[in-house]
């Protein structure tokens, strides 16, 4: 398996525009988790999937945010209008269905707002 | 104050030295995890641990449940462990069962 895919893994772009990060989880795993990465903050959960359901969106920053998962292989987390503070490295991770089973992490999508 | 710390919060070492970082979280866990970070940002899971003590090659990582800490040694450093290394543990209450509260990592550097 070629492990979590996150694309794209550079992003930037100018306040205001839309961006759309997307991942696709290992085949297999029924949780996918979206976490940011600050200097400031480290590493948050933004949103966690089971079984393509959202079941905590309680680190989503605002509405500005949202998170859609259609399918056990696809996920995007959108921003929309951007601002630079979300200036961030977006990490997506995925788990098979057992709640103490190991997380693997795709290999991050850094996000630049200008 | 956070519910995961780490410390120290940078290291520097000379290559072959014995390094302890060390992790201790305030919130009940089903299980601790140990995350290397290299510059580039790609994130690789090293350990995860409920109890004791385990191994891999040259890294070792304890947990003590009861006084809340863990603890990741890494033998005969090399330049190529540098990294930053983050303690995250998974929770075991509410609707965000089984999701990852992360520490702020421990940058280290090995010089040869």
């Known amino acids: 398996d070629a492990g979590v895919i996150q694309s794209p893994r550079h992003e930037v772009t100018e306040m205001g525009q839309e961006v759309t990060l997307r991942c696709k989880p290992i085949?297999?795993?029924?949780?996918l988790f979206w976490y940011r990465q600050t200097m400031m903050r480290g590493l948050e959960l933004l949103i966690y999937f089971n079984n393509n359901v959202p079941i905590d969106d309680s680190g989503m920053p605002e509405d500005r945010f949202s998170a859609k998962m259609p399918n056990a292989s696809f996920s995007t987390l959108k921003i929309q209008p951007s601002e630079p503070r979300d200036s961030a490295v977006y990490f997506c991770?995925?788990?098979?269905?057992?709640?103490?089973?190991?997380?693997?992490f795709g290999q991050g999508t850094r996000l630049t707002v200008v | 104050k956070n519910e995961v710390e780490q410390s120290p919060q940078n290291l520097t070492a000379q290559e072959g030295e014995f390094i302890t970082i060390n992790c201790s979280y305030s919130?009940?866990?089903?299980?601790l995890h140990w995350l290397q970070q290299h510059p580039g940002g790609g994130i690789v899971s090293l350990f995860m641990?409920?109890?004791g003590k385990k191994k891999h090659g040259r890294l070792i990582a304890t947990i003590n449940i009861q006084e809340k800490h863990s603890s990741l040694h890494i033998t005969a450093s090399h330049p190529r462990d540098s990294a930053v290394y983050i303690c995250?543990?998974?929770?075991?209450?509410?609707?965000?069962?089984?999701?990852?509260?992360f520490g702020k990592g421990t940058k280290l550097s090995v010089k040869p």
């Open positions: 991770a995925s788990r098979p269905g057992h709640r103490d089973a190991e997380a693997f």
């Open positions: 641990l409920s109890s």
């Open positions: 919130v009940g866990i089903s299980a």
């Open positions: 995250a543990v998974r929770v075991n209450y509410g609707g965000s069962q089984g999701n990852l509260i």
């Open positions: 085949s297999g795993h029924n949780s």
